[in-house]
Antibody, heavy 119, light 110 residues
């Protein structure tokens, strides 16, 4: 069955970086897009960007351009999202989310990875 | 891109119906056929319940239905059940090829 398993919770200091992993199984990894969505405490979700694992093509929302990098390792069916120069406003649960290409909806969500930024 | 506007909370008794609105702009909800809704129970992964404004994924109860008029999309839950108590979020694909989410609505079953 489809599984998308994310890395565990992280605590980081302001200015540091975090790299979250998202390992897929139960389906052909390259055939689906993967998005990153985050949700800060008490707020609605926020779309961060998308990666096409088959060609490693990525697109970030403008807010995260230059600060967030999405990569993929097809040998392990894993996508990664690195966020740099963390501030307290980056404290959130980060989700990787699968999309059937060009359907424009979030079909399957990972369990989420909590990132806490605190001095 | 501003978040889509949803009521912070709605409530109803078991068996009743309720509707959640999701208001955007002509750059997102108003011009997109790709409006979707998600149910989020605490400590669980969000679940897709409506896509492309009105479509339901396989396995989702037909008590959930979606619609859209102008810049406002809506989710209706009929025959409300205790397990429907959760947070609900809308999202829309935008004219800038990005996605915008709603602010979220907490549904309480009285």
């Amino acid at each position: 069955q489809v599984q998308v398993v994310q890395s565990g919770a992280e605590v980081k200091k302001p200015g540091a970086s975090v790299k979250i992993s998202c390992k897929a199984s139960g389906y052909t990894f390259a055939n689906y897009y993967m998005h990153w969505v985050r949700q800060a405490p008490g707020q609605g979700p926020e779309w961060m960007g998308i990666i096409d694992p088959s060609g490693a093509v990525t697109k970030n929302t403008q807010k995260f351009q230059g600060r967030a990098t999405m990569t993929t390792d097809t040998s392990t069916s894993t996508v990664y999202m690195e966020l740099r120069s963390l501030t307290s406003e980056d404290t959130a649960v980060y989700y990787c989310v699968r999309e059937v290409p060009h359907t424009r909806y979030f079909e399957y969500w990972g369990q989420g990875s909590l990132v806490t930024v605190s001095s | 891109q501003s978040a889509l506007t949803q009521p912070a909370s709605v409530s109803a008794s078991p068996g009743q119906s309720l509707t959640i609105s999701c208001t955007g702009s002509s750059s997102d909800v108003g011009s997109s056929n790709h409006v979707s809704w998600y149910q989020h129970h605490p400590h669980k992964a969000p679940q897709l319940i409506i896509y492309d404004v009105t479509s339901r994924p396989s396995g989702v109860s037909n008590r959930f239905s979606g619609s859209k008029s102008g810049n406002t999309a809506s989710l209706t839950i009929s025959g409300l059940q205790a397990d429907d108590e959760a947070d609900y979020y809308c999202t829309s694909y935008t004219s800038r090829y990005t996605y915008v989410f709603g602010s979220g609505t907490k549904v309480t079953v009285l």
